[in-house]
């Protein structure tokens, strides 16, 4: 059973940084697509940064600012978030998807991640 525990959200003033990290266990292959997404409250969850076998992917919204990457020696996936602003504030989730190594581009939805973490919050002040 594949599980997800991430950590290092809290709150932060506008401008600065965090680091989320993703700790995965039981885990059959490595190489399947990962990604963070996020949901603000009101809103959908909205996919920021995938990584898969051949690349990785952001929204718009944050390229420039998030940093996704994974250590599979440490089964850990990452997300720097800097120059942070507070519309970045939400429940921060990772994913993983067990039926595809390549991950559907940012804004295809959810749908293909079967496993999901508990989430971490992340709040941005002005």
């Known amino acids: 059973q594949v599980q997800l525990v991430e950590s290092g959200g809290g709150s932060v003033q506008a401008g600065g940084s965090l680091r989320l990290s993703c700790a995965f266990f039981?885990?059959?292959?490595?190489?399947?697509?990962m990604g963070w997404f996020r949901q603000a409250p009101g809103k959908e969850r909205e996919g920021v940064a995938t990584?898969?076998?051949?690349?990785?992917r952001y929204a718009d919204s944050v390229k420039g600012r998030f940093t996704i990457s994974k250590d599979n020696a440490k089964n850990t996936l990452y997300l720097q978030m800097n120059s942070l602003s507070p519309e970045d504030t939400a429940m921060y989730y990772c994913?993983?998807?067990?039926?595809?190594?390549?991950?559907?581009?940012?804004?295809?939805?959810?749908?293909?991640?079967?496993?999901w973490g508990q989430g971490t919050q992340v709040t941005v002040s002005s």
């Open positions: 990584i898969d076998i051949s690349t990785t």
């Open positions: 994913a993983t998807s067990s039926r595809t190594w390549y991950c559907p581009v940012i804004g295809a939805g959810t749908s293909q991640y079967n496993y």
């Open positions: 039981g885990y059959a292959d490595s190489n399947y697509c």
